[in-house]
């Protein structure tokens, strides 16, 4: 199993359509933005995941990335992102479709995403320092000024800190595959998982999801496929073509270089 072959036919054709995906997006965020703050998503009587989806690791923080945590990190990240509701009216400078990335390592997509659409606001999430502080020297070197972050557990965000219906789009790309038969609990793809995403995404807002594990994206296919409320956007109904916005990655660059396939999902909340 590969990536699907249309590809390459379907850049050609979808590609171009990319320039009016801004503004399809503003009018999808302005028909769903409701004019009153909306509830936490805070779902009662889900337990609260004690198993985590990362592994611990620090892992060693370069001299560029601490001094860009400390150089501006004041006006990227977001101070106790458990302790309120996160409000993007505050958050960002402008009020516009909201995007969310999550774990995305060392920034590469999101920052590609910030600096193709500066009338969007991005958040990311990430739990790894030294990814942070490498998303911080690619927004300030490419002069972004429309991405937050919190460093924070997006399983933990997404269930205290998010308002229903507040997001425009979900991207999770790559995220870890956790391969072995006993860790399969640990991968963030799960039904209750998606169902969070579900109420946090505004009606017809997207999901985007990759993975260079193919056990994973069958595993992801079945868990969207079968999860109350989405549908697939792809054509054949099965895995997508890639998402134009999303770069290659060191760790999808990794998975080539082992001769992986990479597998695109692409779904909407339909209800
Ligand atoms: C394999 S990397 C992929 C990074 C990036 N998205 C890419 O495509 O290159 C997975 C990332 O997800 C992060 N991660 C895993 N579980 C997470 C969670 N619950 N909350 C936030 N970040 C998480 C890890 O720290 C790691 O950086």
Avoid at 26 to 40: E, G, K, S, V, Y
Avoid at 124 to 134: F, I
């Amino acid at each position: 199993m590969g990536i699907e072959p249309t590809l390459v036919a379907w850049e050609a054709t979808v590609l171009p359509l990319n320039y009016t995906r801004s503004a399809l997006l503003w009018l999808l965020w302005q028909r769903n933005t409701p004019t009153q703050a909306q509830p936490f998503l805070m779902i009662e009587g889900l337990p609260e995941r004690a198993i985590k989806t990362f592994a611990r690791r620090e892992g060693r923080m370069t001299q560029a990335q601490a001094r860009a945590l400390e150089d501006f990190g004041h006006s990227v990240l977001i101070d106790n992102p458990l302790a309120a509701r996160f409000d993007p009216l505050a958050a960002f400078s402008a009020n516009a479709p909201l995007h969310l990335d999550i774990g995305f390592g060392a920034g590469e997509s999101i920052a590609n995403s910030a600096y193709l659409n500066p009338d969007q606001n991005y958040l990311g999430l990430e739990v790894h320092r030294p990814g942070v502080g490498q998303l911080l020297l690619k927004l300030d070197a490419q002069k972004s000024r429309n991405v937050r972050v919190a460093v924070v557990d997006a399983v933990e965000f997404l269930h205290r800190s998010i308002g229903s219906k507040s997001l425009s789009s979900v991207r999770i790309f790559c995220p870890d595959p956790w391969p072995k038969q006993r860790h399969c609990k640990r991968r963030l793809i799960q039904d209750e998982f998606i169902q969070i995403v579900r109420g946090a995404l505004i009606l017809h807002g997207e999901l985007f999801l990759a993975t260079d594990w193919a056990p994973y994206a069958d595993h992801m296919l079945k868990v969207l496929s079968r999860a109350p409320g989405f549908i697939n956007r792809s054509p054949t109904q099965r895995f997508a073509p890639r998402f134009a916005e999303r770069p290659l990655t060191r760790f999808e660059n990794r998975g080539l270089g082992l001769g992986h396939a990479v597998f695109d999902l692409h779904f909407a909340r339909s209800e």
